[in-house]
Structures are given as structure tokens and as C-alpha cells.
């Protein structure tokens, strides 16, 4: 299987059934591609804890679900085609197809093309961004069965870096240990000893909405996800693969200890690796999309509380607010903000340059603007023309709901373009 599947046995005796499944995993999600120093992406030396840009799990529930109506619509010729394209099955797991398998296909494709005429209740996101929110609003059935939810919190998904400086999970901050206090300073002391095991408990409960899982099942992985945890403590992110300008790094980190750091963090001072030493986990209103922080409501929450993770291992909460990110990695994560609204590090800086419509998946990245390698084309940042991505792009329209590419423009505001040019270098480090 490709990085990120993981591949299993179903079986049962009465009625006898056996078949191979797969499903996807952490890595699906949290691998992503090494780059040369030119910003050539290699997706065959995959990442761990580095965000996969490319997957677009729209497309892909979307293409599965076409392929399924054309399968199935044809039950012989699709019999005789698996035949061919796996000799090997055994007679049992012939069987279970024809019995079991297709049937219980048929009926839920015919549920669901006289209902949404869609594969899932929730809009399922793009290259890279995820709508976990609306998949768990789902599973623990706030979205009432036979109802579309057409909100779009979606989230890009983030670099793994320095995960035990943080107090509370998820963009909004909406999980935080039982017992915790939701938004408080950790300094570097304090997440070295951190136990990662009630942040692995915290994890498992993502398998719900982000792999399928019932959730009486994804305690049973918390040891395992406490050694991945662990794992992802231990490690940095790797170092950026363009050439940095030491001098200008310098400079960028007094601009970065002068309007960033209130709120993502105090590194050291070292200009080569720098580590966090200390991160505030603030929260607040910067002024950017709200439709992430909105879709996590009182229903939802409510619902959490009533599962086995709400009553002893979250506490869940609307905050109507959302957490200042840890940078650390942030090269590799763009396209940038929660819901991935900006292509580059320099539009971000830039707000007025901020491109309504832009390509996303599977891009080169731009060793110079840090991000999305583009040019600008009929009013798109698109990939330059001699760039072949390694997946199927899509284009990102701002204008659209849930992609807001406003806000967090106080924030880099009176930062001078000699200062901005420094700040990037600097950011390269983290
Ligand atoms: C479908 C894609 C997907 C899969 C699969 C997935 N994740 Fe994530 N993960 C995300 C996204 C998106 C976020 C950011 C969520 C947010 O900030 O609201 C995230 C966040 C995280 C975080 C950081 C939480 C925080 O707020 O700081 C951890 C740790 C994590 N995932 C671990 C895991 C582990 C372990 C697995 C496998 C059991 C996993 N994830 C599977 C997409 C995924
Ligand atoms: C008042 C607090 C605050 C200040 C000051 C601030 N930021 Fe932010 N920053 C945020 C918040 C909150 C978000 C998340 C907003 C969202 O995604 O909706 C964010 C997001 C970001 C992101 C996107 C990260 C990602 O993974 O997509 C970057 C990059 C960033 N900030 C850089 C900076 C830089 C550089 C500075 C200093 C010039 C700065 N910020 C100053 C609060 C702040």
C-alpha cells in the first residue's frame, strides 16, 4: 500500500465472510514530500509529521463514489473484472463479494443517490485542507441522517512540530485536557517532562472524524499514539532546503521578537536551528475567517460530552476564537492560515497582495516567497508553466465560503518591505 493506507482482514463466520479493507492513516494526512534546494518536491521521500499539501479527500470520495455507481452498475462485468485484476482471491472472498459486498454497495449507493447525491453529508475539503469538524458532526449524527452540511470549517492540515507547548488542541482550541487550564504559557521545562499520553488520549479521539473509526475503538490506540507523540517530540523539523540569507535571518528576528512573538512564541536565539522556548497559546480575534470557529457549536459540543472521550479525557468548549498556530515547520504547511486562503509566507506579509484565486496540490515550493511556487495569470497565482505538480491541482477562489483570505493584517502591519524581506528569512528557520 501506498505511505498512509493501512490494510486489513474483515472477517466473520456467520454468514462466512472475509474481505480485504483498507483505510487511511495518520500518515495519510501527516507525511509529506522532501524537497531539493531548488524546491523540487520529491513525493517519493515522504516526511513523517510533515503535512501531505497534495491529498484531496474531496476528489477522492468523489471519485470512489463515481467509480462505485459505474461498478455496480454492471454487476457481471464488474465480477469478472476483479477476477482478472486479482487471480489470487479465494473462493470465500469471491463469495463475500457477490453476496455481501455488492449488495450492501447497491443499497447504500441507491440511499444515497435518492438522498444528497453526494458520498458523504459534509463537504470533504481540497488539496490539503480537511473538514474534520463536519466529518464528526456526522459520526455523532448532529448532522441529521439524509442532510447535507454545506459549512465549511475547513482546516489545513498542520506541521507536528512542538506539539506539547501547546495547552489546548484543534484551530479553536476547543480541546483541552480534562482538567486543564484551556489557554495558558508552557515554556520550554515544562513540555520536555510533559507525559504525551493525555495528548495521545486527545489524538485518538481525531480517528473518529479523520478515519472512520467507532469510537469505543480508538482507545485501545492510545499507547500507540503515545510512542507516535513521543516520536514527534523527539524530532525537528526539518531544516529548510533553499539557501537562507544569515544576515537578513538576523535582522528578521527582531522584527519577529518585536510583533510576532507576543503571540507565536519566543524562540532562541540561535540562527541556524532555533528551537521554541516558549509558547503562550493566545487566542483571539485577528480578524480572519470565522466559519472554522463557528461550525464547532453548543450542539457539537454537547455531543462530545455525552462519548467516553467527553465524560474523562476532553474538555470540550465553543471559544469563538482561534489560536495563534506554532510555526515551527511552517515552510513545508502552505498554503497558509487555517483555512489555507494564502499561497505564500510574502502574501500573508503582503495583504494587498493576496491573490483571489490561486492553484493548490501537489506545487513546487517557492525557495524565494516561501510557499506555493507561482506566477500571476489571468488573475491566478498559477504554477509556472515549465512545472509538472505530482497531483491534481485545483484552483482556490477566495471569494468563495470558508475561504476567506482576510484578516491577520494588524498583525504585519507597519512592517517595512526591507523588514518583511527579513522576517521571510527568518521564518525560513523555524
Ligand atoms: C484526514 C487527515 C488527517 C488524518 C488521517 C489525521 N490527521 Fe491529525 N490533523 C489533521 C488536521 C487537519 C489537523 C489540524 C486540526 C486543527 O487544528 O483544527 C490535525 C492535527 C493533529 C494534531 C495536532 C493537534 C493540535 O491541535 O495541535 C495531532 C497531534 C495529530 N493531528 C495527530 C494525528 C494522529 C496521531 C493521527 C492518526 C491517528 C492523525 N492525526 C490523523 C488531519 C488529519
Ligand atoms: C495578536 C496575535 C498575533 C500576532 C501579533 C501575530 N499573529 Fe500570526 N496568527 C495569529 C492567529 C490567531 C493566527 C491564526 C488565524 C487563522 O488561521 O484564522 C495566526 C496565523 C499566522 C500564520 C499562519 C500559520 C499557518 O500555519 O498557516 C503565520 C505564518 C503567522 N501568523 C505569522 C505571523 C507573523 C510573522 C507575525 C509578526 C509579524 C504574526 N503572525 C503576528 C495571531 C497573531
Given at each position: 500500500?501506498?505511505?498512509?493506507?493501512?490494510?486489513?482482514?474483515?472477517?466473520?463466520?456467520?454468514?462466512?465472510?472475509?474481505?480485504?479493507?483498507?483505510?487511511?492513516?495518520?500518515?495519510?494526512?501527516?507525511?509529506?514530500?522532501?524537497?531539493?534546494?531548488?524546491?523540487?518536491?520529491?513525493?517519493?521521500?515522504?516526511?513523517?509529521?510533515?503535512?501531505?499539501?497534495?491529498?484531496?479527500?474531496?476528489?477522492?470520495?468523489?471519485?470512489?463514489?463515481?467509480?462505485?455507481?459505474?461498478?455496480?452498475?454492471?454487476?457481471?462485468?464488474?465480477?469478472?473484472?476483479?477476477?482478472?485484476?486479482?487471480?489470487?482471491?479465494?473462493?470465500?472472498?469471491?463469495?463475500?463479494?457477490?453476496?455481501?459486498?455488492?449488495?450492501?454497495?447497491?443499497?447504500?449507493?441507491?440511499?444515497?443517490?435518492?438522498?444528497?447525491?453526494?458520498?458523504?453529508?459534509?463537504?470533504?475539503?481540497?488539496?490539503?485542507?480537511?473538514?474534520?469538524?463536519?466529518?464528526?458532526?456526522?459520526?455523532?449524527?448532529?448532522?441529521?441522517?439524509?442532510?447535507?452540511?454545506?459549512?465549511?470549517?475547513?482546516?489545513?492540515?498542520?506541521?507536528?512540530?512542538?506539539?506539547?507547548?501547546?495547552?489546548?488542541?484543534?484551530?479553536?482550541?476547543?480541546?483541552?485536557?480534562?482538567?486543564?487550564?484551556?489557554?495558558?504559557?508552557?515554556?520550554?521545562?515544562?513540555?520536555?517532562?510533559?507525559?504525551?499520553?493525555?495528548?495521545?488520549?486527545?489524538?485518538?479521539?481525531?480517528?473518529?472524524?479523520?478515519?472512520?473509526?467507532?469510537?469505543?475503538?480508538?482507545?485501545?490506540?492510545?499507547?500507540?499514539?503515545?510512542?507516535?507523540?513521543?516520536?514527534?517530540?523527539?524530532?525537528r523539523p526539518p531544516r529548510f532546503p533553499?539557501?537562507?540569507?544569515?544576515?537578513?535571518?538576523?535582522?528578521?528576528?527582531?522584527?519577529?521578537?518585536?510583533?510576532?512573538?507576543?503571540?507565536?512564541?519566543?524562540?532562541?536565539?540561535?540562527?541556524t536551528e532555533?528551537?521554541?522556548?516558549?509558547?503562550?497559546?493566545?487566542?483571539?480575534?485577528?480578524?480572519?475567517?470565522?466559519?472554522?470557529?463557528?461550525?464547532?457549536?453548543?450542539?457539537?459540543?454537547?455531543?462530545?460530552?455525552?462519548?467516553?472521550?467527553?465524560?474523562?479525557?476532553?474538555?470540550?468548549?465553543?471559544?469563538?476564537?482561534?489560536?495563534?498556530?506554532?510555526?515551527?515547520?511552517?515552510?513545508?504547511?502552505?498554503?497558509?492560515?487555517?483555512?489555507?486562503?494564502?499561497?505564500?509566507?510574502?502574501?500573508?506579509?503582503?495583504?494587498?497582495?493576496?491573490?483571489?484565486?490561486?492553484?493548490?496540490?501537489?506545487?513546487?515550493?517557492?525557495?524565494?516567497?516561501?510557499?506555493?511556487?507561482?506566477?500571476?495569470?489571468?488573475?491566478?497565482?498559477?504554477?509556472?508553466?515549465?512545472?509538472?505538480?505530482?497531483?491534481?491541482?485545483?484552483?482556490?477562489?477566495?471569494?468563495?465560503?470558508?475561504?476567506?483570505?482576510?484578516?491577520?493584517?494588524?498583525?504585519?502591519?507597519?512592517?517595512?518591505?526591507?523588514?518583511?524581506?527579513?522576517?521571510?528569512?527568518?521564518?525560513?528557520l523555524?
Amino acid at each position: 500500500m501506498p505511505l498512509g493506507f493501512s490494510l486489513g482482514t474483515i472477517e466473520r463466520t456467520l454468514p462466512p465472510l472475509r474481505v480485504t479493507a483498507i483505510n487511511i492513516g495518520c500518515a495519510a494526512c501527516h507525511a509529506g514530500p522532501a524537497y531539493t534546494p531548488d524546491g523540487t518536491p520529491n513525493p517519493a521521500a515522504a516526511v513523517l509529521g510533515r503535512p501531505n499539501t497534495a491529498l484531496d479527500l474531496e476528489a477522492f470520495s468523489q471519485g470512489v463514489y463515481r467509480a462505485l455507481k459505474t461498478g455496480s452498475a454492471d454487476e457481471m462485468r464488474l465480477l469478472e473484472a476483479v477476477a482478472r485484476l486479482f487471480p489470487d482471491m479465494t473462493l470465500r472472498e469471491r463469495l463475500s463479494l457477490k453476496w455481501i459486498v455488492v449488495p450492501q454497495t447497491r443499497a447504500k449507493l441507491a440511499a444515497l443517490s435518492s438522498g444528497v447525491d453526494k458520498p458523504l453529508p459534509f463537504a470533504n475539503g481540497a488539496p490539503g485542507l480537511t473538514n474534520g469538524v463536519g466529518s464528526l458532526k456526522a459520526r455523532l449524527g448532529v448532522t441529521p441522517a439524509g442532510r447535507y452540511d454545506a459549512s465549511a470549517g475547513f482546516v489545513s492540515i498542520p506541521d507536528l512540530a512542538d506539539r506539547s507547548f501547546r495547552s489546548a488542541f484543534l484551530a479553536d482550541g476547543a480541546y483541552a485536557p480534562s482538567g486543564a487550564v484551556r489557554f495558558r504559557t508552557i515554556g520550554r521545562a515544562e513540555a520536555e517532562a510533559r507525559d504525551t499520553k493525555p495528548i495521545a488520549a486527545i489524538a485518538s479521539f481525531f480517528m473518529v472524524p479523520s478515519m472512520g473509526l467507532a469510537r469505543q475503538r480508538t482507545e485501545a490506540a492510545i499507547p500507540d499514539l503515545t510512542l507516535v507523540l513521543d516520536y514527534l517530540s523527539a524530532s525537528r523539523p526539518p531544516r529548510f532546503p533553499g539557501a537562507i540569507d544569515r544576515t537578513a535571518a538576523a535582522a528578521g528576528r527582531d522584527v519577529y521578537a518585536r510583533a510576532c512573538k507576543s503571540c507565536h512564541g519566543v524562540y532562541d536565539a540561535n540562527l541556524t536551528e532555533p528551537r521554541l522556548l516558549s509558547f503562550p497559546n493566545w487566542a483571539g480575534d485577528v480578524g480572519t475567517d470565522p466559519s472554522r470557529q463557528r461550525v464547532f457549536d453548543a450542539n457539537l459540543k454537547s455531543a462530545i460530552d455525552k462519548t467516553g472521550h467527553g465524560r474523562r479525557i476532553i474538555d470540550a468548549a465553543v471559544t469563538g476564537k482561534m489560536a495563534a498556530p506554532l510555526l515551527s515547520g511552517l515552510w513545508s504547511s502552505a498554503p497558509y492560515l487555517t483555512n489555507g486562503s494564502i499561497p505564500t509566507l510574502r502574501h500573508l506579509l503582503t495583504p494587498q497582495s493576496r491573490p483571489k484565486r490561486f492553484m493548490s496540490g501537489g506545487h513546487r515550493l517557492s525557495v524565494s516567497d516561501v510557499g506555493i511556487d507561482g506566477v500571476m495569470r489571468d488573475g491566478v497565482w498559477a504554477f509556472p508553466p515549465d512545472y509538472q505538480p505530482y497531483a491534481q491541482p485545483v484552483e482556490i477562489d477566495t471569494g468563495k465560503t470558508g475561504f476567506a483570505n482576510r484578516g491577520h493584517e494588524r498583525e504585519v502591519y507597519g512592517i517595512s518591505e526591507r523588514e518583511r524581506e527579513a522576517l521571510i528569512a527568518y521564518l525560513k528557520l523555524l
